[in-house]
């Protein structure tokens, strides 16, 4: 036939050639969206308990021996279907199911990270000026600096005595306690301030948490404000100012997870880097039975300083764990590790119409379009980047599609605008096949980011047909 006079279904021919362009949410459906709802609920309770990775770590201990997860033994033998988690220092966890083919043809990981930009407390905090008790921090992360102040903060962590006991402490979360703040200049005396560029109004020294403002006893001596600050915290915590050096205090946004939006679609908080991704892949092992291959679920520290340390990813205790699992099966771990893939679990920028010079849009992540897949991070010319297989890529492709996860692809933003990595590189160096998935965010970084509920819910279901595959 003359392709001229040819008759064209173009609705069928764009769907076969183009794809299902449909808004996310029209995909999903009614009942996915009600479900997703459903999961925003449990998740929005994990924001609130879960600040720090401290505070992560507890949740999910709690959560895994719940759903009858053990701690791991390397001395024992494990059947398929146990469960079994690995602590590495109350910041960091492994948690595994043993598949019905143990390790032999490598393991599943999902790889998350749990900390998140906060403002830390220096060694020796505590001091007064001009009638005010302050503390000086030193932030964590990156951060725009003056998104920080004149918000409340609450304070989280662990203070370990001179004589080796050890204090969790939170304060400024419950209704009635304190909280606290970093002050701003006002506008009517912010001339200078408003005078200089946006990045160097503020410094990290000028990031200064109020405190108090009472002297203690009558006004004779010195240091009479700070010294009623350790007054108060000796009488509820039993410390003196030398604890202070050996403890782990962190300052974050103090207001709760909310709704967000007349639909009630989204979710505020801080920290959805990378809770959001966190919580699904948690999610997703816990609800996981006798998996095919052994799947393992690692949620890590230090991501946003580079996983150092022996919390963060780039330390072997994931290495150590595959090979104690593999060492059960009579395997060598390096044999298992390059049989083995991993989604690398962290967030996507999501487009920003207030911001649309920074994103490419035909290839970026959208709020509701599902969780996003990145094949490669980094900056400008994929400096520090994983750049993942077609191969691999594929493979991650048809298992959404085949349960019906709605999903997406893009990029960090335009080639030349910036950048950001992930702790694929770490796991890639394993000599497994990484690809990035995640949650589009809002604001990230900020003390307030958003996220779409369906994509968090998109997310665990991602996971969990990965697991199940």
């Known amino acids: 036939m003359d392709k001229i006079t040819e008759t064209v279904n173009v609705e069928k021919l764009a769907l076969d050639l183009l794809g299902d362009r449909r808004h996310g949410a029209v995909k999903a459906g009614a009942e996915e969206l009600r479900k997703a709802d459903e999961f925003s609920e449990g998740y929005k309770d994990f924001l609130n308990r879960s600040k720090t990775e401290r ?30 988690y690995y602590n590495n220092r109350g910041k960091a966890i492994c948690l595994a199911v043993i598949g ?19 403002i830390d407390l220096k060694p020796i905090p505590l001091y007064e000026s001009n009638e005010l008790a302050m503390l000086k921090t030193h932030y964590y992360g990156g951060i725009k600096k ?28 419950k209704a009635g306690e304190p909280q606290f703040c970093i002050t701003d200049i006002l506008p009517h005396l912010g001339k200078d301030q408003m005078a200089k560029k ?10 200064n948490i109020l405190a108090g403002s009472l002297p203690v006893g009558d006004e004779k001596g010195e240091q009479l404000f700070k010294l009623n600050v350790m007054k108060i915290l000796n009488e509820q915590y039993g410390i003196v100012e030398e604890d202070l050096i050996s403890a782990e205090l962190e300052f974050v946004p103090a207001f709760p997870a909310a709704d967000i939006g007349f639909d009630r679609s989204m979710v ?6 990378d809770r959001v991704c966190a919580y699904p892949a948690l999610e997703a092992i816990l609800d996981c039975e006798v998996p095919e291959q ?28 595959v090979a104690d699992l593999a060492a059960q099966d009579g395997e060598e771990a390096r044999h298992v590790l390059s049989k083995s893939n991993c989604l690398s679990a ?20 959208y709020l509701n379009r599902g969780i996003g ?41 335009k080639v030349d605008q910036g950048g950001g990595g992930t702790v694929a590189l770490e796991v890639a160096r394993l000599n497994a096949d990484v690809i990035d998935v995640g949650v589009p965010v809002l604001s990230m970084h900020s003390p307030f980011e958003v996220v779409s509920k369906l994509d968090v819910y998109m997310a665990y279901k991602g996971f969990k047909a990965y697991f199940e595959a």
Do not use: C
Not at 198 to 205: H, I, K, N, Q, R
């Open 55 to 84: 505070e992560t770590v507890s949740f999910a201990v709690e959560a895994a021996e719940k759903a009858g997860f053990k701690p791991f033994d390397a001395a024992q033998k494990y059947q398929a279907g146990d469960k079994v």
């Open 100 to 118: 019905r083919q143990g390790t032999k043809n490598g393991v599943r990981i999902a790889a998350a990270h749990i900390d998140s930009p906060r």
């Open 146 to 173: 003056y998104q920080w102040t004149a918000i409340p903060l609450s304070m989280h962590g662990k203070i370990v005595r001179r004589d080796g006991s050890e204090l969790t402490v939170s304060m400024g979360e």
């Open 198 to 207: 946006l990045g160097e109004a503020f410094t990290g020294e000028d990031l």
């Open 268 to 273: 505020g908080a801080y920290g959805h880097d």
């Open 294 to 321: 052994t799947v393992i679920t690692v949620l890590a520290d230090k991501e946003e300083i580079g996983s150092v340390g022996n919390t963060g990813l780039a330390s072997e205790y994931l290495d150590y764990f």
């Open 346 to 365: 962290d967030v996507s920028a999501a487009y920003d119409p207030n911001y649309a010079y920074a994103f490419e849009a035909n290839n970026s992540t």
């Open 373 to 413: 897949i990145s094949k490669y991070t980094g900056s400008r010319g994929k400096g520090g980047s994983n750049d993942a297989s077609a191969e691999f890529l594929g493979w991650v492709r048809r298992i959404f599609d085949d349960n019906d996860v709605v999903w997406q692809i893009g990029e960090l933003g």
